[in-house]
């Protein structure tokens, strides 16, 4: 009997920013149930833009430097990154597709995001996008 699959989730920028800041928030409790439940994918793009955004000055009212790298430490540990040999151009916000691009080319099954822009693509060649709240009620 095979192990089951875990599912492949791609995870929006400002939602792990969400949960850096205030771990207690329902986008907090999405990356929680993704990290627990599936692996977590990145690309060395969306990648530095987490480190770019958390290590901006006004961040320091909520961490400081030392727990964002710690936040950023722990997240690499349970990290899968994704190669991206093709652009996707899909998003009514060009920057957003880079989200897309990690999920199709590492077989996401969702992506979480409070993002309109991507959520108004839902489903995206068959990758749910969900707000978290929405993917806190998925089974």
């Given at each position: 009997m095979r192990?089951?699959?875990?599912?492949?989730?791609?995870?929006?920028?400002?939602?792990?920013?969400?949960q850096a800041i205030r771990p207690s928030s329902i986008p907090a409790l999405a990356v929680e149930k993704a990290a627990s439940t599936a692996r977590l994918l990145f690309s060395a793009v969306t990648w530095a833009e987490l480190e770019e955004v958390l290590s901006r000055r006004k961040f320091d009212a909520y961490l400081d430097a030392s727990a964002r790298k710690n936040f950023l430490q722990d997240l690499r540990t349970i990290a899968i990154f994704i190669d991206i040999p093709a652009r996707i151009v899909a998003c009514r916000d060009p920057r957003d597709d880079k989200f897309l691009e990690v999920a199709v080319h590492g077989h996401a099954d969702l992506i979480v995001t409070g993002d309109e822009d991507l959520l108004a693509l839902h489903p995206f060649r068959g990758i749910a996008i969900l707000t978290p709240s929405d993917y806190l009620g998925r089974e």
């Open positions: 192990p089951e699959r875990r599912p492949r989730a791609v995870i929006d920028t400002n939602v792990l920013v969400s």
